[in-house]
């Protein structure tokens, strides 16, 4: 498989370009070779943390996909941690592919992983736009199975603990009253997420917002209005989604080995 043909299959399929967000790092973001260079051997990480490109350059891989870039804001000032990624990544012809939130809304990025994983049934598509005026399939909107046709109502208790077991969580922040029933989700299975994403949610009738951003004066918001609101770590909603994107590019390319590279939650929890 050359360089040039996994970036067309992630540019056109997996992870489109046109679901870029804003300015944001996008697609082939360092590369020492043509784009012709066969590929052996690929690397899928949710960030290029210095753990990661460890273990890229101890396995020996041709290229990273990675969901998030080396840095998210403008450089103002070398720090050491960057200094010390740039200096390893020198040393060997690897290239790096960035997803970010183009992945977040493409057919079976973050978004619909995240549907899936919840046992929810997908209704509609959530659009937001970028700065250009296009819109972005960012989310989804869904309502809730019970389990075994169960008819009672589906509470926000019953979601709830549907996320802990489900993504295997020790706690699960919310907003809203447990016994509430939920009728309409809205989820965005990223961090894109701001208080018109919760307005319009509203206004297309969802009850329940799903995030893995939630902004304090959003909850305020959203606990004036009546809204039920879930806030689902970042590292689950996007390691879901990378492992589910490792195995179908293993099938597309059944001549590449490909690995999924585990980083760690960065946060931990004191029980």
Do not use: W
């Given at each position: ?5 996994i970036?067309e ?22 590369d ?76 079976g ?15 509609n ?62 989820i ?51 390691i ?32």
């Open positions: 498989m050359s360089l040039q043909e970036k299959i992630l540019t056109n399929k997996f992870s489109p370009k046109a679901f870029r967000f804003n300015s944001e790092i996008y697609g082939l973001y360092y020492k070779s043509l784009n012709n260079k066969m590929i052996k051997k690929v690397m899928l990480t949710i960030d290029l943390s210095l753990q990661a490109i460890h273990c890229a350059l101890k396995q020996k891989v041709n290229l990273i996909i990675s969901n998030h870039s080396l840095i998210n804001k403008p450089i103002l000032k070398f720090r050491q941690n960057l200094i010390n990624k740039l200096i390893l990544l020198s040393k060997f012809p690897i290239s790096i592919f960035v997803l970010n939130s183009s992945f977040i809304a493409a057919e990025g973050v978004s619909d992983t995240l549907v899936n994983a919840l046992y929810l049934k997908l209704e598509i959530f659009e937001i736009k970028n700065k250009e005026g296009i819109k972005i399939p960012i989310g989804r909107i869904c309502s809730p199975l019970h389990y075994l046709n169960n008819k009672d109502p589906f509470t926000l208790e019953n979601l709830v603990q549907r996320i802990k077991t489900n993504l295997n969580l020790k706690y699960v922040s919310f907003v809203g009253n447990l016994k509430k029933s939920i009728n309409k989700i809205c965005v299975g990223g961090q894109v997420s701001d208080a018109n994403c919760i307005k319009k949610a509203m206004n297309l009738g969802c009850d329940c917002y799903i995030s893995g951003k939630i902004d304090y004066f959003d909850a305020v918001f959203a606990r004036d209005m009546g809204l039920n609101l879930i806030e689902t770590p970042h590292y689950k909603n996007e879901l989604a990378m492992k589910k994107l490792c195995n179908i590019l293993s099938l597309e390319f059944p001549e590449v080995e490909f690995i999924l590279f585990k980083s760690k939650n960065p946060f931990n929890t004191y029980m």
